[in-house]
Nanobody
Framework: QVTVVESGGGSVQAGGSLTLSCTIS????????MGWFRQAPEKEREGIAC????????FYADSVKGRFTISKDDAKNTLYLQMNSLKPEDTAMYYC??????????????????WGQGTQVTVSS
């Protein structure tokens, strides 16, 4: 059984920072790209950041490029998202999962249907 647990969300003012974590048990990160996704109220879930299988390549949606940094620790099966210069439009529930992405398709797409409860990020102006 695969379990996904996201954490680290909270409420911050615009310009602030947060670091999200995601730990997955039941399936190793090894051999998979990993992605962060978010869903704002009344909007579709969107992929925002992806890290390749080796960890050497990262890809970002234009909306977060230059502000967010994705990283992972394969030994801990944990994915991270460092979020700086947060904006009110970053307010959303954030999720992580196994993903597909690459230079020609930087926006991550979920690979399997493994989702956690998410972690809420709220940015006030």
């Amino acid at each position: 059984q695969v379990t996904v647990v996201e954490s680290g969300g909270g409420s911050v003012q615009a310009g602030g920072s947060l670091t999200l974590s995601c730990t997955i048990s039941g399936l190793s990160f090894d051999g998979y790209a990993m992605g962060w996704f978010r869903q704002a109220p009344e909007k579709e879930r969107e992929g925002i950041a992806c890290i390749g299988r080796s960890g050497r390549s990262t890809f970002y949606a234009d909306s977060v490029k230059g502000r967010f940094t994705i990283s992972k620790d394969d030994a801990k099966n944990t994915l991270y998202l460092q979020m700086n210069s947060l904006k009110p439009e970053d307010t959303a529930m954030y999720y992580c999962t196994f993903a597909s992405c690459g230079p020609g398709s930087p926006i991550p797409k979920s690979l399997f249907n493994y989702w956690g409860q998410g972690t809420q990020v709220t940015v006030s102006s």
